[in-house]
């Protein structure tokens, strides 16, 4: 039986470690919850070891993991072997990190071991979903099935990354052409045209002479200036990963106006389409939350789907109990009404999943039509400051000079 390596929490917030063993992460859960704990991580020993004699436990990207589910679907609906479509796909696939692993995979389940386990020790290169959702198609004997829904839940994954990506460029692009006009100004504009003022006997007001002490701080102190930001970045980005600092961002990050309708509309799609990809592969319904909590990627609405698990283990049905934590639009817990009463939960979710995906697009076209103006107002603002601020002293010298 696998032996766990777990950090928990009790109700009054007191974080305990231990190690116990269960025959997977849901019973390993239920076994703690019967000691008072709640689990806040927890891996598989074998699957740390296994990461620590891999040396860095790169994870698998989605996209080739899309496209590897689609193939290894193909395979096995053709009444090809899993083990022979493992050699198949390990000699073609081109992706190196996911070439590494398959070759693993290969070789153990050579040996006798379960896929799913197989791709489990591989720590944690391969998501949760994933691994849970290959045991229940190996125990139900709909691997194929389960692979092609797989498959396209990662390259809807894909698409709407791509999507947030190429939102991003534009504002990027501006944000950093901004930061270089400013800098060049500074450090070569400004010092060429206060040496001819100075010479001809203008006079530098205000926001020149604050201009002027800045561009010299910034010539004298540029590796300090760029010592800190690099210090704040690290120090920002550890912040970011320990438990606190994620929960405050993720709170935050709902509470921004621009962003916090298109990361609803996004976490929304999520959820739907996890719990409803899980619900129709035979996962029981606490599994299934418990993995979309960890698969929603929101600490906040983690924790508050953790709340939605132990109210359903008291009999409270989903939709009366998902509507407590106020995260997701009110249509949703309305469509989840609707599927418990019909007995159609999963079916109903899948349609929600595509109308959030469409919401989705359409919030992060807004959410670029806002931060592009937005970019461009500020972009104006800082360089026209600048501006001014070198022409103003000029002026004040050819009313001398008149």
């Not at 909590?293 to 008291?314: F, G, P, S, Y």
């Amino acid at each position: 039986m696998p032996q766990f390596v777990y950090n928990a929490i009790d109700l009054k917030g007191k974080r305990s470690t231990g190690t116990m063993e269960a025959a997977n992460y849901a019973q390993l859960g239920i076994q703690l919850k019967g000691k008072g704990l709640y689990i806040l991580k927890a891996e598989d020993k074998a699957a740390i070891k296994t990461s620590k004699e891999i040396g860095a436990n790169k994870k698998v990207a989605v996209k080739p993991l899309s496209v590897f589910c689609r193939q290894f679907a193909t395979l096995i609906n053709a009444g090809i072997t899993a083990v022979k479509a493992l050699d198949i796909l390990y000699q073609q696939t081109e992706d190196k990190v996911l070439k590494k692993y398959i070759g693993r995979i290969y070789e153990a389940v050579q040996k006798g071991e379960a896929m799913s386990d197989a791709f489990h020790h591989q720590g944690e290169a391969f998501p949760e979903l994933f691994i849970n959702m290959l045991l229940a198609g190996e125990s139900s004997g709909t691997l194929d099935t389960v692979l092609l829904r797989m498959a396209d839940h990662y390259e809807k994954e894909v698409k709407l990354k791509n999507k947030i990506k190429g939102a991003m460029i534009y504002p990027m692009v501006l944000m950093t052409l901004t930061i270089v006009v400013v800098i060049l100004m500074l450090t070569v504009v400004l010092p060429s045209f206060i040496g001819i003022i100075e010479a001809g006997g203008g006079q530098l007001p205000g926001p020149t002479r604050m201009l002027i002490n800045l561009s010299e701080f910034l010539q004298k102190y540029w590796y300090l200036v760029g010592g800190v930001i690099l210090l704040l970045t690290i120090g920002w980005r550890a912040y970011k990963r320990s438990d606190d600092g994620r929960l405050w961002w993720d709170t935050q990050k709902l509470k921004i106006p621009i962003v916090k309708k298109s990361l609803r509309m996004i976490y929304s799609s999520r959820f739907a389409r996890t719990l409803s990809t899980l619900l129709s592969s035979g996962i029981q319904m606490l599994q299934s939350l418990d993995i979309t909590a960890r698969v929603i990627n929101n600490q906040k609405i983690h924790n508050k789907l953790k709340t939605v698990i132990e109210d359903i283990r008291k009999g409270t049905p989903l939709s009366v109990s998902l509507r407590k934590t106020d995260e997701f639009p009110p249509m949703i817990y309305n469509m989840i009404n609707v599927g418990e009463e019909s007995g159609l939960l999963d079916d109903i979710l899948t349609k929600t999943a595509a109308f959030f995906d469409e919401e989705s697009d359409a919030a992060i076209q807004r959410l670029v039509g806002l931060l592009e103006p937005l970019m461009i107002i500020f972009m104006a603002v800082v360089i026209g400051f600048i501006v001014i601020a070198i022409a103003l002293p000029m002026f004040s010298m050819y009313g001398a000079i008149a």
